[in-house]
């Protein structure tokens, strides 16, 4: 999809949210970040991501709609307007805290995880990751399954375990996104899969191998974007 058409996106996704209740910057700063994590740091202080785990499934639908519309547009605003992630992010744990798990609770559980990561507080973003997948099995909610599954493995599991762990988890998340249609992830599943290797210093053949299948499968998804950075990773082992 084109950039205008991915930023019109989410001009439409903002104003439907408006129309829910919920108004949110389209071109966030820095300040409105810090801002929003610090008010959700404040709402969650003393709940332990157990506490999340153990949480009713919601039945408003009006937070549903709202849950739903931020859902929808979550991966686009990542390339579009990557300060209103977080800021969904965190009015995402608020609504949860209050009204309850949705299917795509987990993944907003891991990405809250990520957030602490990158602020230093490894401890608690790894407990988050851990039970955002205890939670995918609890709501048995396939839909986010794959999603939350590479948040966990590409930006949280590296600092409590190795990273060897992680190219087997991307690899059957992968096969469960081409199941479900999510051809999206699929292929950002697929990509840092393939450069985790290269990372881990994986036999040259193997990773040659294994690029050439990934630049193929990427070719036939249409993922040019993440095609684009396989192929760079391929040229650097060709390299060696």
């Not at 903002?14 to 709402?43: D, F, M, N, Q, W």
């Not at 559980?109 to 602020?119: D, M, P, S």
């Not at 939670?135 to 599954?149: C, E, I, Q, W």
Request: charged fraction near 20%; charge should be neutral; proline fraction near 5%.
């Amino acid at each position: 999809m084109a950039q205008n058409q991915l930023e019109a996106a989410v001009r439409t996704g903002l104003s439907v949210l408006k129309s829910l209740g919920i108004s949110l910057p389209e071109r966030p700063a820095r300040l409105h970040v810090l801002a929003e994590l610090a008010e959700t740091k404040t709402a969650v202080k003393g709940r332990s991501p157990e506490d999340f785990l153990n949480l009713p499934v919601m039945t408003d639908p009006a937070r549903k709609a709202q849950v739903d519309v931020m859902a929808t547009i979550t991966s686009t605003v990542y390339w579009t307007a990557p300060n209103l992630l977080p800021i969904i992010l965190c009015r995402l744990m608020r609504i949860f805290k209050k009204h309850g798990n949705t299917a795509f609770a987990p993944y907003v559980y891991a990405g809250y995880g990520f957030i602490l990561c990158t602020l230093g507080d490894m401890d608690t973003g790894y407990q988050y990751g851990q039970m955002a997948l205890a939670l995918l099995d609890r709501l048995n909610a396939p839909k986010y399954g794959p999603r939350t599954v590479m948040v966990v493995n590409t930006f949280i599991r590296h600092w409590k375990e190795h990273a060897r762990n992680e190219p087997p988890a991307m690899l059957e998340a992968y096969h469960h996104s081409l199941e479900q249609g999510d051809i999206e992830f699929a292929g950002h599943l697929l990509m840092v899969r393939g450069y985790t290797l290269f990372l881990l210093a994986a036999p040259l053949n193997d990773l040659d191998t294994e690029m050439q299948n990934n630049r193929e499968s990427l070719t036939r998804l249409g993922q040019i974007s993440n095609l684009n950075v396989a192929r760079i990773y391929h040229q650097a082992i060709l390299n060696l």
